[in-house]
DNA sequence: TCCTTATTGAAAATCTTTTTCAATAAGGAT
DNA sequence: ATCCTTATTGAAAAAGATTTTCAATAAGGA
């Protein structure tokens, strides 16, 4: 099922904002923030107002099609999202972002810690930054 | 070393409201909006501009007694930290935090991610939510 | 007690996100 | 293809969060 039978499902509309902005989130594979997404669209010709640029990504973060990143400052990324549950790592240099699920070791440090804390867990939030094969490379090529 | 030299050292302050917004944080093992420090210092008598709050709370971040908490909705909370390397879970009922190192499993997850991803990771962001023991009686009762 | 200067608070600026409401445009029905 | 209903948009304003400015204040070493 699409994104346009998902949203009709439920007495939506697929209106040229949401497919815009999918398609500025489909094209970067890095968090992006609103005000940046607002941007890239009018860079490709569509103007769209900021307001609708965060109606569209609650919208689209219930619908599971896109996650909120946290930065280290404290603003606030965009990025699209496969469904299932996984995590984000990004590259600190280009700003990429590649999904990993990361599924056993996860859930064995679950038990671990409800074992340890008598906690009973609901949920996590895993993110993780670093360096993308990519950018090692180039740093190796400076020394 | 405590904070009084910990701050001196670097030719900074303890001041009033340094103080006071320690003892807040100290007396309450939950994460506090900048807000609800200023109306917790206030009440216990001491008033205290959001200004120095926001200013406090960077310089209590820089000098890891601090560490900021990323809320469901996008708020941001702020809690006392003991030093190394820790986590927090947040109860989800009573909204206290208990923090949690589970080092091993951390480390073995991370090292599965960078053999997977490639990726070389530099940092992480880790932070459960669920119930605490406590809260998890209470919903016993309730039953 | 005095001096230097780090720190504070009030106000305003800035930035982020949400609410309002009239105009617009999806998309199902005719 | 045209009409209708109403979900959606955009402009403006409101609300909320965080930062900057700058004169007055207070740490803390001399
Ligand atoms: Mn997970
Ligand atoms: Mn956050
Ligand atoms: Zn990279
Ligand atoms: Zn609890």
Redesign the pocket.
């Known amino acids: 099922m699409d994104i346009?039978q998902k949203?009709?499902q439920q007495?939506?509309?697929?209106?040229?904002?949401?497919q815009v902005i999918m398609e500025v989130l489909e094209s970067t594979g890095m968090p992006l923030?609103?005000?940046t997404i607002q941007q890239r669209a009018h860079e490709s010709g569509s103007?769209?107002?900021?307001?609708?640029v965060?109606?569209?990504l609650?919208l689209l973060i219930e619908l599971k099609l896109v996650r909120r990143i946290h930065g280290q400052?404290?603003?606030?990324g965009y990025i699209l999202s496969s469904p299932g549950h996984h995590h984000h790592i990004i590259c600190q240099k280009c700003g990429r972002a590649l999904e990993f699920n990361g599924a056993d070791g996860i859930v064995k440090l679950l038990d671990q810690i409800e074992r340890d804390t008598k906690f009973k867990i609901e949920s996590h939030l895993l993110q993780l930054q670093g360096v993308c094969p990519d950018c090692q490379k180039e740093k190796d090529h400076e020394k």
């Open positions: 346009q949203l009709n007495g939506l509309r697929l209106t040229q904002p949401r923030l609103p005000q103007k769209i107002s900021l307001v609708t965060y109606r569209t609650e400052d404290g603003c606030h």
